[in-house]
């Protein structure tokens, strides 16, 4: 019997590809904001990062979950690998005090790690910088704040860090910026502008359609561009212009002073600006709803360098890019957020990919951290590692690599295109590192019934001539000609067996006492029996039968799902088999209570004869809302010869959100009902069979 264990690790996910790094910081949603390179070359990018506030996906209501932000930071190598001796594992979440404030607030990462946050008042801009902790750096300002006073309406602010501690904010007004350069220690950079400060006009934008962006030269001139729409209408253009030190507009510089760039050419209103050592411009764009970004460099006169990719510019796949600076080597670095989490991109000084950064060896990794993880592969051939904890390793398609690393793995394979051959392609995945004391392999999706000799629906294991490899394969194609195959390293030929090759859902039994049972990611059929049980499903589709006693369920902690997870993977089924599994009398309740309860899950009393819902007579449950426990009720009003009634608790009110889609019911009597189909079974639903 597996006890839970309610002590969990942070964790995170980095995907790794020649030229890009991608890190899932949470599970949750990732917003990247800023990226900066310190003086050793190590690189910081900067954001926010979501958290399941309260409630959890898949409860009762519209509102009945919620997210907030805290800051994040995480810092990389020179090469793109994660800097695990930074913070947890080179990851570091700071905790904020307020959720951010929409496209009014901004966060940098300073090369020392600190964050800085910039948030829009009617007047001004105010900046408060923090320490990993979440306190605000005393250091900084007045106790951690400084404000930016801005003499002008504005619409957009920008807040850009720079490797030598200080740092610009910007505001837009319909027809003119300011550009502020405040110090390391929060005091406005004497020398630049006036006194800190220095306003710019820009390109007119009469109905306040555009953002802005902005970077500084190391002679004091500016480089501004500001997205506008003189018309309200369509598409809004990019306009580049570039200020002197003295804020008057360098007339050399594109079309007497301005260079516009349009939606056509791949840049929006979210576009941004950096500037090189020499005085090159770098100009990053997104189209609206557009996958691609595109990186432009130009001269300094704004004419387009065509040393630089094609005709000076370059494009790749990205969701939201939104940040960019140069390194001291001239390789550009663009950060962004792609899949909801941070990525980062580098190019050679030429434009082209950097296959130097990320993957080192050119192939796609996918690697965990400490916790407990399901990692999970593309279409693509990729190498997954679990590292550290119990983890699940999912490939899904193309010829993946998995080792799982220290702990209790397991390895899923959910459909037949995750592993196989045919007669002329080997497209099947190798496991590395197979610990047959406790690693499992997950085949309850294929449809197997066991080991063989490989057809009629076994599998067959078979070492390789060298007894370098074993292999796990099915003789039998389908109808694409694909067969089932899987390759381990080792010879491991009477080692394997039904413990870990597992073909059907496992059964886990509690005792006739109390117990704390927790399933593991695989889908069980998990049985409490006799006595109050606590049952906790885990992650996987599992069948939950309390059994006698007041047991409390939960299909599964619902606050480790991640957003991008299609919770019907983890649909749970509480299946009642005996009146006696869960009711009140007139003085005790002995009643169930299921907490975590899902949209997706499903409650089967079909066992006990109930058809539908209704008032708790005539084989119908009854729903009934109990508001000061905050519960719901499916009650049979009508008691037995023992004055038991059924009655099971589900924690929330499910008045509008509990269904016939989340019932298991027994078919209504009819007339007829007995007659049936000799020798034709019913349709059931194959994730939840009983064995």
């Known amino acids: 019997m597996t006890t839970f264990d309610s002590t969990k690790v942070d964790s995170h996910t980095v995907r790794t590809g020649p030229g890009t790094v991608q890190v899932d910081l949470t599970g949750q949603f990732d917003d990247a904001q800023s990226i900066t390179v310190q003086s050793d070359g190590k690189i910081l990018i900067g954001g926010y990062t979501e958290y399941l506030a309260w409630g959890y996906p898949g409860a009762p209501g519209e509102e009945s979950y919620g997210y907030e932000q805290n800051h994040s930071v995480i810092r990389l190598n020179a090469d793109g690998s994660l800097d695990t001796g930074f913070h947890d594992g080179g990851v570091d979440m700071v905790p904020a005090t307020t959720a951010p404030a929409s496209r009014y607030e901004l966060t ?26 979440g306190t605000r750096d005393a250091g900084f300002g007045q106790n951690g704040v400084m404000t930016v006073d801005i003499g002008h309406d504005f619409k957009d602010i920008d807040l850009t860090a720079n490797t030598d501690g200080t740092f610009q904010v910007s505001a837009r007004g319909f027809d003119q910026a300011t550009v502020t350069k405040v110090g390391n220690d929060g005091s406005l950079f004497d020398g630049f502008g006036d006194h800190g400060v220095l306003t710019v006009d820009i390109s007119e934008d009469p109905f306040f359609n555009g953002g802005i962006s902005t970077a500084v030269l190391a002679d004091g001139s500016v480089v501004v561009g500001a997205a506008y729409n003189a018309a309200g209408v369509g598409d809004p253009t990019f306009a ?27 840049f929006g209103e979210d576009s941004v600006v950096t500037v090189q050592a020499d005085g090159k411009i770098i100009v990053m764009g997104h189209g609206e709803g557009d996958s691609l970004a595109t990186v432009a460099r130009l001269n300094a006169d704004g004419s387009f360098d065509s040393s630089f990719g094609s005709n000076g510019s370059v494009t790749f796949e990205a969701d939201t890019p939104v940040a960019l600076t140069v390194q001291a080597d001239g390789r550009i670095l663009a950060a962004g957020t792609n899949s909801g989490d941070f990525n980062v991109i580098r190019l050679n000084a030429d434009g082209s990919l950097d296959t130097s950064f990320g993957s080192q060896d050119g192939k796609l990794h996918v690697d965990g951290y400490a916790g407990e993880e399901i990692l999970r592969g593309t279409d693509a051939a990729e190498i997954i590692h679990g590292l550290a904890g119990d983890d699940v390793l999912q490939g899904d398609g193309g010829r993946d690599v998995l080792q799982g690393g220290a702990g209790a793995d397991i390895f899923r394979f959910a459909e ?48 390789s001539a060298d007894g370098t490899r074993t292999y796990l394969k099915s003789f039998d194609a389908d109808a694409a000609g694909q067969r089932f195959e899987l390759a381990l390293d080792g010879n491991l030929v009477g080692q394997l067996n039904s413990t870990n090759l597992v073909f059907t859902a496992p059964t886990v039994e509690g005792t006739s006492a109390n117990d704390t049972i927790s399933g593991s990611a695989l889908s069980e059929i998990i049985r409490g029996l006799d006595g109050n049980d606590r049952i906790n499903g885990g992650a996987g589709a599992d069948v939950i039968i309390g059994g006698a006693g007041a047991d409390r369920l939960n299909g599964g902690d619902r606050a480790d799902i991640s957003l991008w997870t299609d919770n019907r993977e983890n649909a749970d089924v509480f299946r009642y088999l005996s009146t006696e599994d869960s009711y009140r009398t007139d003085s005790q309740s002995f009643a169930d209570l299921i907490e975590g309860f899902t949209v ?9 004869g109930y058809t ?31 004055g038991h009634s059924f009655q099971i608790a589900l924690a929330g009110d499910w008045r509008e959100s509990l269904g016939e889609d989340n019932m298991v019911f027994a078919p209504a009597a009819t007339p007829d009902a007995e007659l049936g189909l000799i020798g034709v079974a019913p349709d059931v639903d194959q994730w939840h069979l009983l064995s």
Do not use: W
Request: proline content about 0%; hydrophobic content about 40%.
């Open 108 to 133: 940098a990462v300073q090369s020392d790690g600190k964050v800085l946050v910039a948030v829009a008042l009617n007047t001004g801009i105010q900046v408060e910088r923090y320490n990993s902790d």
């Open 240 to 266: 580049l212009q570039r200020f002197n030190a003295d804020g008057q507009l360098d007339t050399r510089f594109g079309d007497d002073g301005v260079l516009h760039l349009s939606a056509a050419m791949g």
């Open 416 to 463: 037949l295109g995750d592993s196989f051959r045919t007669a002329t392609l080997n497209n099947s995945d190798r496991i590395q590192d197979f610990d047959v004391s406790e690693d499992r392999i997950d085949l309850i999706g294929l449809g197997f019934t066991g080991i063989g000799d490989g057809h009629d629906g076994t599998l067959a294991i078979q070492a």
């Open 600 to 608: 997706d899950d499903k409650i089967d009393v079909s066992a006990l």
């Open 612 to 642: 539908g819902f209704g008032e708790g007579t005539d084989t119908t449950l009854k729903l009934v809302y109990n508001e000061a426990l905050d519960r719901t009720y499916l009650k049979d009003a009508e008691a037995d010869a023992q």
